[in-house]
């Protein structure tokens, strides 16, 4: 498998930095700040700037159209995902005794275990570029539709087809799924807000460019 880092201030052929694209895409990086499961601010994030293959950022603009016919719109929590930010979490998957925020994100899951039921992996497919996290607001209040679990919440509850939520919160999450679907985005059934372009372009490629 190929690494591959840039300057600066470019960006590999092939990427684009998707406020460019959706100019009203609502974005929050989760990892440029200290609300996720680490605590802290992740290795490679230097902005709240959401970076995405070309390809991936022209089909989410396709998704974000027809949801905004809704009065919907997306919220992106992560896109493109830097190897070294990877790697900053097998560090601190290692470090058994930081579980600042454990009660929030992982309350059932031993940290030990992250690994071994694939919470977090040695590689990531955030890293070829055409992979995301995201969810649906209300376009009117801004307010995320309630899924049934908080986002990156490592657990049974935030798998797609999980029975233990409402018809509502169901409902969301199938609404999420089918708009995804539809537009070549294929889900990853254990997080039902992780999608993957189909036919990605860098299929084996996992690059370290900073997010920026």
Not at 9 to 23: M, N, W
Not at 53 to 73: I, P, S
Not at 87 to 97: G, M, P, T, V, Y
Not at 147 to 159: N, V
């Amino acid at each position: 498998m190929l690494f591959r880092g840039v300057g600066q201030t470019d960006l590999p052929d092939g990427f684009v930095r998707v406020k460019s694209i959706i100019p009203d895409l609502d974005v929050e990086l989760r990892y440029y700040g200290a609300n996720n499961f680490v605590g802290d601010t992740i290795t490679g994030y230097t902005s709240n700037t959401l970076i995405l293959t070309k390809a991936a950022a022209y089909q989410l603009k396709l998704v974000q159209d027809e949801l905004q016919k809704q009065n919907l719109c997306l919220k992106v929590y992560d896109g493109y995902r830097p190897q070294r930010a990877v790697n900053h979490f097998i560090s601190w998957a290692k470090k058994l005794n930081d579980t600042i925020n454990k009660g929030k994100f992982y309350p059932d899951v031993e940290k030990k275990n992250l690994f071994r039921e694939e919470y977090i992996a040695s590689k990531s497919g955030h890293s070829r570029g055409s992979t995301l996290d995201l969810t649906i607001i209300d376009g009117a209040t801004g307010e995320p539709l309630d899924m049934g679990s908080p986002y990156d919440f490592f657990g049974k509850q935030s798998w797609v087809d999980y029975k233990g939520i409402s018809e509502k919160q169901m409902a969301n999450r199938q609404l999420l799924q089918g708009v995804m679907i539809k537009y070549n985005f294929r889900n990853y059934p254990k997080e039902w807000w992780h999608f993957t372009l189909r036919w990605e372009p860098f299929p084996n490629t996992y690059f370290d460019f900073p997010v920026e």
